[in-house]
């Protein structure tokens, strides 16, 4: 059973382009979440998804950051027009749908440098 | 705001020495606090711990949680090389749908060989 997958595992832009990861699930899991590691800083919690739904985008900054979770494929969090401040590493989890206690299995995450 | 706190966030011993790693929280709609071992990759799941005074063990590592105190310590025993990492814990709350993370900023163990 294949864990979590992200890809890329590096990604290098300049600021003002679109930066784009990819989150794919452990099979059987339908839940996504995605967190942001700053340098120094712990893992800090993003959006929740579940398949076309967003249940909880708390953790995510107001503009520019979005996310989806399509019915088929990948769950993608999109950051349009990077800035510096969005260098960071960027996890996603999956956890199994239906459970009340489950642990949360994480990708090897995304690497985002912004130039 | 919900917060995780983790002491000390740093630590070095030698091989074969014990530690003891400490998580406090304050979190409404505690639902349970979870442990993950941290390397240059991703962060990987220990214990998930529910229940006040209910250690629960994996080899040389153990986990206990005081819901009174609001606190959860893991220890490692007979500590060796391979257990250098980032250790991060991690407090679950769940309100109606919402099953976030709270994550405290990790405790940085160095085992010198």
């Known amino acids: 059973n294949a864990g979590v997958m992200q890809n890329p595992r590096h990604l290098v832009r300049r600021r003002g382009q679109e930066a784009r990861l990819r989150c794919s699930p452990m099979?059987?899991?339908?839940?996504v979440y995605w967190y942001r590691q700053l340098p120094e800083e712990g893992l800090k919690f993003m959006v929740y998804?579940?398949?076309?739904?967003?249940?909880?985008e708390s953790g995510m900054p107001k503009e520019r950051f979005s996310a989806e979770f399509p019915k088929e494929g990948p769950s993608i969090l999109r950051i349009q027009q990077v800035v510096r401040g969005d260098s960071a590493a960027y996890f996603c989890?999956?956890?199994?749908?239906?459970?009340?206690?489950?642990?949360?299995?994480f990708g090897p995450g995304t690497r985002l440098t912004v130039l | 705001e919900d917060k995780v706190v983790q002491s000390p966030l740093s630590l070095v011993v030698h091989e074969g020495d014990t530690v003891t790693l400490n998580c406090s929280y304050e979190?409404?709609?505690?639902?349970?606090l979870l442990w993950y071992k941290q390397e240059k990759k991703a962060p990987t799941f220990l214990f998930m711990l529910?229940?006040?005074?209910i250690e629960k063990k994996s080899g040389r590592l153990s986990s206990i949680l005081d819901k009174k105190e609001l606190f959860s310590i893991l220890n490692i025993t007979a500590t060796q090389t391979g257990d250098s990492a980032v250790y991060l814990c991690?407090?679950?709350?769940?309100?109606?749908?919402?099953?976030?993370?709270?994550f405290g900023k990790g405790t940085l163990l160095t085992v010198n060989p």
């Open positions: 989890a999956s956890s199994p749908s239906r459970s009340l206690y489950n642990e949360q299995f």
């Open positions: 099979k059987g899991h339908s839940h």
């Open positions: 998804l579940q398949k076309e739904n967003i249940i909880d």
């Open positions: 979190v409404t709609n505690f639902r349970s």
């Open positions: 529910t229940s006040s005074g």
């Open positions: 991690a407090a679950h709350n769940s309100g109606g749908s919402n099953y976030k993370l709270t």
